[in-house]
Nanobody, 126 residues
Framework: QVQLVESGGGSVQTGGSLTLSCAAS????????MGWFRQAPGKEREAVAV???????TYAESVKGRFTITKDNARNTLYLRMNVLKPEDTAMYYC????????????????????WGQGIQVTVSS
């Protein structure tokens, strides 16, 4: 059974930084994508950053240059380093994973992702 557990969220002021972690257990896919998504109140869930099994990364335009997604295969952990945080980054952040490799054209959509964490809140105050 696959479990994804997020940690590291919290409240920061504008311009601050946070690092989210996602510990994966029971996840044995060899070719895959893992990513961070977020959902603000009243808005649809959107992709923030995705990384595939060879380390290829894709970012939403709104976070390019500020956020970095990485993974530690030895620890089965996914990270999202968030710098220069803005109030519009306030949302519930979710870790997600596919059970197969997903092409560049669709990996920033939610539907290829079959495993999801419970989410963690990030609040950025002005």
């Amino acid at each position: 059974q696959v479990q994804l557990v997020e940690s590291g969220g919290g409240s920061v002021q504008t311009g601050g930084s946070l690092t989210l972690s996602c510990a994966a257990s029971g996840y044995t896919a060899r070719n895959y994508c893992m990513g961070w998504f977020r959902q603000a109140p009243g808005k649809e869930r959107e992709a923030v950053a995705v990384i595939d099994h060879v380390g290829g990364t894709t970012y939403a335009e709104s976070v390019k240059g500020r956020f970095t997604i990485t993974k530690d295969n030895a620890r089965n952990t996914l990270y999202l380093r968030m710098n220069v945080l803005k109030p519009e980054d306030t949302a519930m952040y979710y870790c997600a994973a596919t059970d197969r490799w997903v092409g560049l054209g669709i990996r920033m959509r939610t539907d290829p992702y079959v495993y999801w964490g419970q989410g963690i809140q990030v609040t950025v105050s002005s």
